[in-house]
């Protein structure tokens, strides 16, 4: 329910939602708690889900700030290398700006 409301706010048709879920929760690493509400999430957990969400979107422009420097060691390990695939592998015209 937490990817479906955020992800219909950026605008994605329902359909585009179902397919970007099973890389969204890969990405935020949350298991079970994927389902619980956003109010029981810690900070870290809601960056998770959040990175996760928006490195799902095939967007031209993608704003990170501090993301990849907060959370655990093995976070930012697969955040770093997600923000490479995106950048270089999956759309070599989309701008990464660090903040």
Known sequence: MNILLRELI???SKREI?????EIEAVA????????????????ML???????VTSIR???ILIDEVISVGDACFMQIAQAL?????????????????
């Open 47 to 53: 960056i998770r889900l959040t990175f996760g969400i």
């Open 18 to 22: 179902e397919k970007a879920i099973p």
């Open 83 to 99: 923000v490479f695939y995106i950048k270089f592998c999956r759309s070599r015209n989309m701008g990464c700006v660090f903040a």
């Open 10 to 12: 950026q605008g994605l």
């Open 59 to 61: 967007a031209d422009i």
């Open 29 to 44: 690493e949350l298991g079970d708690f994927i389902k619980m509400p956003l109010k029981s999430y810690s900070a870290g």
